[in-house]
């Protein structure tokens, strides 16, 4: 199983940035797709972005797309996800999972292991 440890939250105002980063433990990382999601207070988690395995594909939830890049770097076991132009409404806890991942649509997450996430903040 894979152990993940997300990192680079914050609080900021809108329209900055963040990075975001999650380590991953095993020698399995390049192996699966991987994928972040987020938690707003009240909120059902829902998917952000994901990878594919090898990084050379990438898909995006409609409300993140053109603002949010996610990478991959498989030789140090982490993903990141770039955060530009933020809005309140981008506010949440932010999550690192593998994923299954579907050219086109929303990635799905494997297994019930979550990690602490990382809280995001934007003010208005």
């Known amino acids: 199983q894979v152990q993940l440890v997300e990192s680079g939250g914050g609080l900021v105002q809108a329209g900055g940035s963040l990075r975001l980063s999650c380590a991953a433990s095993g020698r399995t990382f390049s192996s699966y797709a991987m994928g972040w999601f987020r938690q707003a207070p009240g909120k059902e988690r829902e998917f952000v972005a994901a990878?594919?395995?090898?990084?050379?594909?990438?898909y995006y939830a409609d409300s993140v797309t053109g603002r949010f890049t996610i990478s991959r770097d498989n030789a140090k076991n982490t993903v990141h996800l770039q955060m530009n132009s933020l809005k309140p409404e981008d506010t949440a806890v932010y999550y690192c999972?593998?994923?299954?991942?579907?050219?086109?649509?929303?990635?799905?997450?494997?297994?019930?292991?979550w990690g602490q996430g990382t809280q995001v903040t934007v003010s208005s």
């Open positions: 990878i594919s395995r090898s990084g050379g594909n990438t």
């Open positions: 999972k593998p994923v299954y991942y579907y050219p086109g649509r929303d990635s799905r997450p494997i297994g019930d292991y």
